[in-house]
């Protein structure tokens, strides 16, 4: 098995005739189905969108503690907002992951009401361009997503449409982190991961822009390996709510953010969630081979829930 996750260009898809269209589609899910990773080139977000985000989270990152605490959302369970130090961890690491986060989703979600603290989003005070930016970014990748998942469905040979109507209105997700300079936070000293290993419970991830990498996914040998791509290009991961509904045939892939061999800088990264609708309801697709277990349909939304308390309920706080 090569040890290079596939270089796949979107524009092949978005911009190609059938057979292109095919053929990126094709590699699209092989890269999947092999690897759980793939970086694309060529997706048509405007690298000046990602870079004015990425100075928005540093500087809202760069904050006094006690002011982003103001930004934390309570019963959001993490899905909106800021989220401090330690809130979230791997399961079973004795050692919460040094990193800050902040989410945000739709604008305009037909899912949200105005009771739900999961679905509205919050924005920090004094920061202006800190909304447009994120929300330029969010858009701008929320559209680049709609053809991978056209793609998707057409590599499995899925009727037209199916996933398609599974995320429409979708309760994606943008997520800026941040991981500061080791040697600053004692309280995670003995961390051995930047992020522990996991797996992603989304349909696929796209990891936007970051600095300082370090990313490495588990390949179907048992070894980890480095994900490297150019810059300005997008790394794609897929998750356990896709690997569910394929029956298996793709796997949720197991990733982790190393340490760096010197700490003393920070490292930042966005990453886009794909979400289906919380009302979608995810089954196994027959015509992808039978279900590894009896598993009766879930709710997006429930299946999402489940795994957080999953994950709150067997970590070490």
């Not at 540093?58 to 907002?81: N, V």
């Not at 800021?82 to 992951?97: A, L, R, T």
């Not at 949720?252 to 920070?266: E, G, L, M, W």
Request: charged share 25%; hydrophobic share 40%; aromatic share 10%.
């Amino acid at each position: 098995m090569a040890n290079r996750i596939p270089q796949l260009s979107l524009s092949s898809y978005s911009f190609g005739n059938a057979r292109e269209q095919s053929e990126f589609a094709e590699e699209l899910c092989s890269a999947l189905r092999q690897f759980g990773f793939f970086v694309l080139k060529d997706h048509g977000i405007e690298q000046k969108k990602i870079d004015r985000a990425l100075s928005s989270i540093k500087e809202f990152f760069s904050l006094p503690y006690e002011e982003k605490l103001r930004y934390e959302i309570p019963g959001a369970m993490g899905q909106r907002g800021y989220s401090g130090f330690g809130d979230k961890q791997s399961i079973k690491d004795h050692v919460p992951d040094p990193k800050e986060y902040w989410h945000m989703g739709r604008e305009s979600f037909a899912g949200a009401t105005s009771d739900d603290p999961q679905m509205i989003n919050v924005w920090p005070h004094g920061m202006p361009d800190f909304r447009a930016a994120l929300v330029s970014l969010f858009d701008a990748v929320d559209e680049a997503s709609r053809f991978l998942v056209a793609a998707l469905g057409k590599g499995l040979g899925t009727p037209k449409g199916y996933f398609e109507e599974l995320t429409d209105d979708g309760n994606c997700v943008l997520r800026c982190l941040h991981y500061p300079p080791l040697p600053m936070a004692e309280t995670f000293a003995g961390a051995a991961y930047r992020a522990a290993p996991h797996k992603d419970i989304n349909f696929f991830t796209m990891l936007v822009g970051e600095t300082n990498s370090g990313l490495q996914f588990l390949d179907q040998d048992g070894q980890w390996l480095e994900v490297e791509a150019e810059p300005g290009a997008l790394v794609v991961d897929s998750g356990e709510m896709l690997s569910l509904v394929t029956n298996n045939l793709i796997p949720a892939t197991t990733h982790r953010v190393i340490k760096p061999p010197v700490q003393d800088s920070s490292r930042y990264s966005m990453v886009f969630l794909v979400h289906p609708r919380p009302d979608a309801m995810l089954a196994g697709i027959d015509s992808l081979g039978e279900a590894p277990e009896s598993r009766e349909p879930i709710a997006a939304q429930e299946f999402l829930m489940n795994r957080i308390k999953y994950w709150t309920q067997n970590s070490i706080q």
